[in-house]
């Protein structure tokens, strides 16, 4: 049975994917209309003040993706960095996170312990492709009968090995069966993006991550064809910093809370992100 990431997709409309590091965060990304969310490894590693480099566990990431598909209708795409280990660890990992109720998963080509994609100098190393093939092989094994898709993930382009090798990469992985291709770039123009997305022959759509080119807008995305979905992989986050550093400095500024009390969400509001009133009704309903 098909999940509605995978219904949008066959139905050849864009994907739009926001970042969470939290159920809230997610919520508040499924209010403004997204279509689905990241479930973001970079994110989480930010809340938890620590680099993107394989520091967290698997378990915590996967907490974080089981508690964002509780509280959230619109399907999750999780990050799962390289898989956590070899294709053995990708079976495990990934019959996790469908029982979690991911509706997709995503797995990079990079040697664990992996580094930031879009840090300047960060230290990127790929596996062999055959070794990753095997591990997307795996992947799609383990998520068959659950529709989990299979998104296999290419940095051969963060690794500046090139368009060919991007190329060649992102086939091998739809020849073992990934669903999709994402595709990423650091560069701070879409032009790499555009070149693989023209040169693009494999039978898979592919996702992008236009954090450094955030030129490439929905409607360009589209006019390229052959992108299924795009992912805003840290706004949620950025969003997050900008608006707490304002507040705190306001109060810090004004000696009290008096003037950003009327600025900053309201306490009832959180009650309703919390789903308050359904609990009172099942109050009234079954506390007898
Ligand atoms: C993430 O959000 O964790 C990603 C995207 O994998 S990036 O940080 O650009 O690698
Ligand atoms: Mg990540």
């Not at 494999?202 to 080119?213: F, Q, S």
Request: net charge neutral; with cysteine.
């Amino acid at each position: 049975m098909a999940n509605a990431l995978e219904e949008r997709i066959a139905a050849g409309r864009l994907v739009t994917l926001m970042s969470a590091h939290n159920p809230l965060s997610a919520r508040l990304a499924e209010e403004a209309g997204f279509h689905g969310i990241w479930a973001s490894g970079f994110e989480l590693s930010a809340a938890y003040g620590v680099p993107d480099a394989s520091l967290l566990s698997m378990t915590q990431h996967l907490d974080m993706t089981r508690a964002i598909c509780e509280q959230v209708t619109v399907p999750v795409v999780a990050d799962l960095d390289t898989g956590y280990g070899n294709a053995i660890n990708v079976s495990h990992v990934v019959g996790a996170y469908a029982r979690a109720g991911a509706a997709a998963v995503v797995i990079e080509d990079k040697t664990f312990p992996k580094d930031t994609s879009l840090l300047a100098g960060a230290r990127q190393e790929l596996v062999r492709v055959a070794e990753f093939q095997g591990k997307i092989e795996a992947a799609v094994a383990a998520g068959k009968g659950r529709s989990v898709l299979v998104i296999a993930r290419t940095e051969a382009l963060i690794a500046d090995l090139g368009l060919d090798e991007a190329l060649i990469r992102g086939r091998a992985y739809a020849e073992a069966g990934a669903d999709l291709i994402l595709i990423h770039s650091k560069k701070k123009t879409p032009g790499e993006i555009v070149a693989f997305t023209e040169r693009w022959d494999g039978n898979v759509p592919l996702v992008i991550v236009p954090t450094a080119y955030p030129e490439l807008t929905e409607v360009k995305i589209r006019a390229l064809g052959k992108i299924a979905a795009v992912i805003y992989a840290n706004h949620a986050i950025r969003a997050a910093v900008t608006a707490m550093r304002q507040v705190f400095a306001d109060i810090r500024r004004d000696g009290g809370i008096d003037k950003v009390d009327r600025q900053i969400a309201s306490v009832e509001d959180i009650f309703d992100l919390q789903r308050v009133g359904a609990m009172k009704a099942a109050e009234k309903k079954y506390l007898r």
